[in-house]
C-alpha cells in the first residue's frame, strides 16, 4: 500500500531541472506532495485531487495521471533551498494515508 | 504561533518505562494522524481521529500504543512497556473537515529508548 518513489536520491546544479516520480498499485483519491528538510517536520507542499489536474507552486508544479495511479514532480531552475527529501503521500479513502519512502534532493552551487 | 504543537520535542527514556506525547492540532482542524519516523523512511501511518472518535489503527500500533483525543482537541500518544525499537520520531498532523484535506504537521517528538 506505501507509494513507490523514484529516484531514491538526486543531485542538481542551481538552475538545473528534476523530476520525482510517486506510484501506486491502488486507486488513488488525492496525491499530496510535502518536502522535509533534516530533522524538520514535513512541510506541505501541494495536493492533487481525481482529474488529472496538474498543479503549480512557483517553480515547482505537479500532475496526477488518475489512470496510471501515479503522480509526478516536477522541479524547474532548482534552487539551494529546495534540498530536502521529498514525499508523495496517497490518500485511499478518507481514514488512510500512506507516505513514500522519500527522494533525497541535494541542490549544489 | 497557530500551528500544529507536540510536547516534549524529545524524550529519552530506558527500556520499559511508559511514555506519553502530547499533540495541540490548529484549532479549527476536527482530525489528527499520529505517524512514526524512522531514519531515512517516510512517516508511517498510526492512527487517526476525526473529533474524539479513533477511526483508524495501523496494525503497527501493537497493544502497547494507546491513542486518546478526549474531547476532540489536543490528543495523547502513550507507549508503554518501551522497547528499543520504538525509538523514532512521532509526528503528529491536523486537518479540517472532510476530502482529502492538507494535512499540517507538528515538529514532532524524538523518542529515544536506551
Known amino acids: 500500500q506505501q507509494p513507490v518513489q523514484s529516484p531514491q536520491a538526486v543531485i542538481l546544479r542551481e538552475g538545473e531541472d528534476a523530476v520525482i516520480n510517486c506510484s501506486s498499485s491502488k486507486a488513488l483519491y488525492s496525491v499530496h506532495w510535502y518536502r522535509q528538510k533534516h530533522g524538520e517536520a514535513p512541510v506541505f507542499l501541494m495536493i492533487?485531487?481525481?482529474?488529472?489536474e496538474q498543479k503549480g507552486h512557483e517553480k515547482i508544479s505537479a500532475s496526477f495521471n488518475e489512470k496510471k495511479q501515479q503522480s509526478s514532480l516536477y522541479l524547474t531552475a532548482s534552487q539551494l533551498s529546495y534540498s530536502g527529501t521529498y514525499f508523495c503521500g496517497t490518500g485511499h479513502n478518507f481514514n488512510k494515508f500512506y507516505f513514500g519512502s522519500g527522494t533525497k534532493l541535494n541542490v549544489k552551487p | 504561533d497557530t500551528g500544529v504543537s507536540q510536547n516534549p520535542r524529545h524524550k529519552i527514556t530506558k527500556r520499559g518505562q511508559n511514555v506519553t506525547f502530547r499533540c495541540d492540532p490548529i484549532s479549527e482542524h476536527n482530525r489528527l494522524y499520529w505517524y512514526r519516523q524512522t531514519l531515512g523512511q517516510g512517516p508511517e501511518f498510526l492512527t487517526y481521529f476525526q473529533n474524539e472518535a479513533q477511526l483508524e489503527k495501523s496494525r503497527l500500533l501493537s497493544d502497547r500504543f494507546s491513542a486518546e483525543r478526549p474531547k476532540g482537541s489536543f490528543s495523547t500518544l502513550e507507549i508503554q512497556r518501551t522497547e528499543q525499537g520504538d525509538s523514532a520520531m512521532y509526528l503528529c498532523?491536523?486537518?479540517?473537515?472532510?476530502?482529502?484535506?492538507?494535512?499540517?504537521f507538528g515538529p514532532g517528538t524524538r523518542l529515544l529508548v536506551l
Open positions: 498532523a491536523s486537518s479540517f473537515r472532510q476530502g482529502q484535506e492538507t494535512q499540517y
Open positions: 492533487l485531487l481525481k482529474g488529472g
